[in-house]
């Protein structure tokens, strides 16, 4: 939705040549920053510890045994070395942390091969780009575990925009199949799930849409989505509509999470944003009904600028302490 309109087209140009059902008592946790390619062209910040995280001797002792999934996105695949992503693999492997990536894998082309929309929009990428990402993944010794989809029903369906595409729910899922198979070639085992916004008004029927997509992608895609994200809208109706999706989510057997995160203050920083992200989770989480089995703490903003050390307060790995703490 609008959480990347800054960062994801400008990515997308890069790569272009819901029975009620018991949340998990603990949700997984999955960690997910900004890469230094991004953070240097996005936000022109050429320091960055992203890449710290994965040295041994990192000072996320305590949450990396917290944390059991770490999500990258294309960014990280396309432009960072090769020697740099073996190490992160590598990392990931000691400390038993789960790979994901959040990828768009739409094409916006038709059955001829002509494009015919999709151009600059979140969600969109060129044909090959999952098979690509599936490649250097594999040859740098990554096991790809997840795939979290970039909102296709959202910018592929539901969008109005400049280049939209405003296709059927069955032209989306064709439309995605062939880049599933890609990565399903490399990664046989891969978990495939989607991110869509929750907490917008309109359309009216959102949330009967979503579910309906599910069925849809399942019935010609051949494998139902795993698992469903939401990227919440704070200032929309989330506190009605995230119950009641997860609710639908887990009735159909996927997991259900939430993106955590923060943004909307008028003077941001990085303890003002992670502040915002924790009272987050303790709002929804203290409704057992929205505790989801996800819990996804992310950043795709400039803040917090620092992911480490996570003895410091405003990084994102102290941020995953101040989660697990009692409440």
């Not at 020697?83 to 894998?105: C, N, S, T, Y």
């Not at 909102?151 to 592929?156: K, N, Q, S, V």
């Not at 062939?178 to 359309?203: H, N």
């Amino acid at each position: 939705m609008l959480r990347n309109f800054r960062l994801i087209p400008f990515l997308v140009s890069l790569a272009w040549p819901f029975g009620t059902s018991t949340a998990a008592a603990t949700p997984q946790i999955w960690l997910s920053g900004v890469p230094p390619f991004v953070r240097q062209k996005v936000f022109q910040e050429s320091e960055s510890d992203y890449l710290e995280l994965f040295k041994p001797d990192a000072r996320w002792t305590k949450s990396a045994t917290m944390v059991k999934v770490f999500m990258i996105n294309g960014a990280v695949v396309m432009h960072q070395t090769d020697e740099e992503m073996q190490a992160i693999f590598a990392d990931l492997k000691r400390r038993h942390i789960a790979l994901a990536i959040e990828i768009g894998l739409l094409s916006g082309k038709d059955s001829t091969g002509a494009q015919v929309c999709g151009v600059g929009i979140e969600g969109f990428a060129a044909p090959d780009n999952a098979k690509v990402v599936a490649n250097r993944i594999k040859k740098n010794g990554g096991e790809l575990a997840f795939v979290a989809m970039d909102e296709p029903l959202w910018y592929a369906h539901h969008f109005m925009g400049k280049n939209a595409c405003q296709w059927s729910m069955e032209d989306v899922a064709r439309d995605i199949a062939p880049r599933v198979a890609d990565l399903r070639e490399k990664f046989a085992g891969v978990q495939i799930g989607d991110i869509e916004p929750i907490g917008t008004s309109q359309p009216p029927d959102w949330l009967q849409e979503i579910a309906q997509w599910t069925q849809v992608y399942q019935k010609l895609v051949g494998q139902k989505l795993e698992f469903f994200h939401a990227d919440v809208a704070w200032n929309g109706p989330w506190q009605q509509q995230l119950p009641a999706i997860k609710s639908r989510i887990q009735a159909m057997g996927m997991k259900f999470g939430t993106i955590y995160d923060g943004g909307g203050s008028a003077q941001e920083s990085d303890d003002v944003w992670t502040k915002e992200a924790e009272q987050r989770f303790r709002l929804v989480e203290s409704n057992p009904s929205m505790v989801p089995d996800h819990a996804i703490i992310q950043t795709w903003a400039r803040w917090p600028r620092k992911i480490l050390p996570e003895d410091q307060s405003g990084t994102l790995t102290n941020l995953v302490l101040r989660y697990t703490k009692p409440r």
